[in-house]
């Protein structure tokens, strides 16, 4: 029988539990554009001032049809069958703020609503901040319906939108 010396079992320990922890956290990570993840991303709209700020003050959420908030819907393009999620946006308090992300609710969308789908690779190099909204539209990488006007004035605060894929940890290896 061969002897491992402890070192060496200590080091495979080590080695074993790592990996584990390290599919635990892949596990743990919902996935993206999955209910759970657009609740995340709704988080992570909240936590970013240009989203929050800007958009108030250009009027952006000023045009929601008098519904009182605004619909997104997102999804994959390359996950056939791909739900899509809802972000609703909101003016409380003289902030745009998320007020809803998960599963789609809204079934009726309006003149001031947005849909917008990519493959999963664009969405992942939007959110890493590989290029904006116009290059991102001007060559087709993300597909837009919406009042493209409204987005136009509002690129700032829709660049931010499209870091928040590279915000929020997912697992972008399954679809939903």
């Not at 320990?13 to 709704?42: D, N, R, T």
């Not at 001031?112 to 290059?135: I, L, N």
């Not at 939108?161 to 940890?169: H, R, T």
Request: net charge negative.
């Amino acid at each position: 029988m061969h002897r491992v010396p402890n070192s060496r079992r200590l080091i495979l320990c080590v080695a074993g539990a790592a990996l584990i922890a390290s599919a635990a956290a892949a596990q743990a990570q919902p996935v993206f554009m999955s209910a759970e993840w657009a609740k995340s991303a709704c988080e992570a709209w909240n936590s970013d001032p240009v989203l929050t700020n800007d958009l108030v003050t250009s009027g952006w959420t000023d045009n929601d049809e008098g519904r009182g908030f605004k619909v997104m819907q997102i999804y994959r393009s390359d996950c056939e069958g791909s739900p899509r999620v809802e972000m609703r946006i909101s003016k409380q308090d003289g902030k745009a703020m998320c007020v809803y992300g998960g599963p789609v609710e809204t079934t009726e969308l309006t003149g001031a609503d947005y849909v917008m789908y990519a493959e999963t690779r664009r969405w992942r190099e939007m959110g890493q901040g590989d290029y904006g909204p116009m290059k991102a539209m001007m060559f087709g990488r993300l597909k837009f319906e919406g009042p493209m006007f409204e987005a136009m004035n509002n690129m700032g605060p829709f660049k931010s939108f499209l870091l928040i894929p590279g915000k929020v940890d997912s697992n972008m290896e399954t679809c939903p």
